[in-house]
């Protein structure tokens, strides 16, 4: 009897050392900056149900993808880790956890898709949108609201433009065509507009069509190449063709542009290297409008720049509790608030002290983001093709809108069939 209650107790002891061992979780993370806000998740967490989450934050230059393929072979994977592109999650088909099933996954539209389900947590957002000053619209009078395609932003422009001195502006937009160093400015982040702009998320219409063979739908991007005609002619002339990210920022930063053509990342640069001269204009608000080319485009493009994936193995219900938390309430406050996560999640009421966060909120709870379908683009497109494009345009070797859609066209076919 003593020796069966004996092997009673060694077996409930076994299962529960099992169970210990199980609900220990590491998750590698890929934002060095935010290690300490993730630690302070996890010790809550931790608090609250007893199960350990070991955070390993990864920066520096390190090649996260290739560690984690060593650990793969060798010591074992996390639980939870860090992948930025489709070719990230192509390194582990068939060995991620869906997690369609979890609680967060209906209140976002930001999550991965990829052959094995919904792979992908969304943990921040990123937005590219027209960026402007509030401060300066209002002095001027113009409703942002009230720019809803390509006439109302013409009027806008050229109001901004005849106000310039009033205004202290040098022009009435930062957009640089430098194509050196900025090709991915114009020629994928801009591009992405032609892509996406005014389109549901699932929508995949003119990406669908540039991978087939490099199509480009000839009345769209028109449209949209009136629209960077309207930003050649309005930006700064010492910022178009030669300028510096540094310059383009810092130009806003310091009140001289109404309009800066760039995402919402450029709030961390406001707030750190630019602090002194965003202060010394006047902390202004900023906002964003939707790159309307065409009368009713009313989105703006978001996206997570990365993705926290779950590892399909015995812990991998552990790990999708843990990010169903860190989505709920008490997670996204820790995120948002000590992390400055802008949160892709629609029911989440905190927003962070970046300057972009309460408008990226605004959309997102609207419904009225597109996708970032140019991350699909054939590699290296910016780069070699079309990042060229856009500063012979700014320069004036391609002449017009038409000449600029035309030569677009034949390009990127061109670089689809090589």
Same mark, same amino acid.
């Given at each position: 009897?003593?020796?069966?209650?004996?092997?009673?107790?060694?077996?409930?002891?076994?299962?529960?050392?099992?169970?210990?061992?199980?609900?220990?979780?590491?998750?590698?993370?890929?934002?060095?900056?935010?290690?300490?806000?993730?630690?302070?998740?996890?010790?809550?967490?931790?608090?609250?149900t007893g199960v350990v989450v070991n955070i390993e934050s990864m920066g520096g230059g390190v090649n996260i993808q290739d560690e984690l393929k060593k650990q793969y072979q060798g010591t074992?994977?996390?639980?939870?880790?860090?992948? %930025?592109?489709?070719?990230?999650?192509?390194?582990?088909?068939?060995?991620?956890?869906?997690?369609? @099933?979890?609680a967060w996954a209906a209140d976002t539209d930001a999550g991965y898709v990829g052959t094995d389900g919904l792979v992908g947590f969304p943990y921040t957002t990123e937005a590219i949108g027209l960026a402007y000053n509030a401060d300066i619209l209002e002095k001027a009078g113009i409703d942002p609201a009230s720019i809803t395609g390509p006439e109302s932003m013409k009027a806008a422009f050229e109001t901004l433009d005849s106000k310039k001195d009033e205004l202290g502006l040098t022009a009435v937009i930062g957009w640089c065509c430098e194509a050196q160093n900025l090709y991915w400015s114009t020629g994928s982040h801009s591009f992405a507009n032609y892509l996406d702009a005014g389109l549901a998320r699932d929508d995949t219409t003119y990406s669908d069509l540039l991978a087939d063979g490099g199509q480009i739908d000839h009345d769209r991007f028109l449209h949209y190449a009136e629209m960077v005609g309207l930003f050649n002619q309005y930006s700064d002339p010492a910022l178009l063709t030669s300028g510096t990210y540094d310059q383009q920022i810092l130009g806003f930063a310091s009140g001289k542009y109404a309009f800066v053509t760039q995402g919402s990342w450029i709030g961390a640069t406001m707030t750190t290297d630019?602090?002194? &001269?965003? =202060? =010394?204009? %006047?902390?202004?608000?900023?906002?964003?409008?939707?790159?309307?080319?065409?009368?009713?485009?009313?989105?703006?493009?978001?996206?997570?720049?990365?993705?926290?994936?779950?590892?399909?193995? @015995?812990?991998?219900?552990?790990?999708?509790a843990f990010l169903d938390w860190l989505a709920g309430d008490e997670g996204q406050e820790i995120l948002v608030m000590k992390g400055g996560f802008i949160s892709p999640f629609k029911s989440c009421s905190f927003i962070a002290e970046d300057p972009f966060a309460e408008t990226i909120s605004a959309y997102t709870a609207?419904?009225?983001?597109?996708?970032?379908?140019?991350?699909?683009?054939?590699?290296?497109?910016?780069?070699?093709?079309?990042?060229?494009?856009?500063?012979?345009?700014?320069?004036?070797?391609?002449? @017009?809108? =038409?000449?600029?859609?035309?030569?677009?066209? &034949?390009?990127?076919? =061109?670089?689809?069939?090589?």
């Amino acid at each position: 009897m003593k020796k069966l209650v004996y092997l009673l107790l060694a077996g409930v002891m076994a299962a529960g050392l099992t169970v210990s061992a199980s609900a220990d979780l590491r998750l590698v993370n890929g934002k060095i900056e935010v290690d300490a806000a993730l630690k302070e998740a996890a010790a809550k967490y931790q608090e609250e149900t007893g199960v350990v989450v070991n955070i390993e934050s990864m920066g520096g230059g390190v090649n996260i993808q290739d560690e984690l393929k060593k650990q793969y072979q060798g010591t074992g994977m996390p639980d939870i880790f860090v992948c %930025g592109s489709d070719a990230d999650f192509g390194n582990w088909d068939g060995l991620l956890a869906d997690m369609s @099933d979890c609680a967060w996954a209906a209140d976002t539209d930001a999550g991965y898709v990829g052959t094995d389900g919904l792979v992908g947590f969304p943990y921040t957002t990123e937005a590219i949108g027209l960026a402007y000053n509030a401060d300066i619209l209002e002095k001027a009078g113009i409703d942002p609201a009230s720019i809803t395609g390509p006439e109302s932003m013409k009027a806008a422009f050229e109001t901004l433009d005849s106000k310039k001195d009033e205004l202290g502006l040098t022009a009435v937009i930062g957009w640089c065509c430098e194509a050196q160093n900025l090709y991915w400015s114009t020629g994928s982040h801009s591009f992405a507009n032609y892509l996406d702009a005014g389109l549901a998320r699932d929508d995949t219409t003119y990406s669908d069509l540039l991978a087939d063979g490099g199509q480009i739908d000839h009345d769209r991007f028109l449209h949209y190449a009136e629209m960077v005609g309207l930003f050649n002619q309005y930006s700064d002339p010492a910022l178009l063709t030669s300028g510096t990210y540094d310059q383009q920022i810092l130009g806003f930063a310091s009140g001289k542009y109404a309009f800066v053509t760039q995402g919402s990342w450029i709030g961390a640069t406001m707030t750190t290297d630019d602090a002194a &001269q965003y =202060e =010394e204009a %006047g902390h202004f608000k900023v906002g964003m409008i939707p790159y309307a080319f065409e009368e009713g485009i009313d989105t703006i493009l978001t996206n997570s720049p990365s993705w926290w994936a779950v590892f399909n193995d @015995d812990n991998a219900d552990e790990a999708k509790a843990f990010l169903d938390w860190l989505a709920g309430d008490e997670g996204q406050e820790i995120l948002v608030m000590k992390g400055g996560f802008i949160s892709p999640f629609k029911s989440c009421s905190f927003i962070a002290e970046d300057p972009f966060a309460e408008t990226i909120s605004a959309y997102t709870a609207a419904g009225k983001t597109s996708a970032w379908h140019w991350l699909k683009n054939k590699a290296s497109l910016d780069q070699n093709a079309t990042g060229q494009l856009y500063l012979d345009y700014a320069l004036g070797s391609i002449p @017009d809108a =038409e000449t600029f859609t035309q030569v677009m066209t &034949q390009v990127i076919a =061109e670089y689809y069939a090589s």
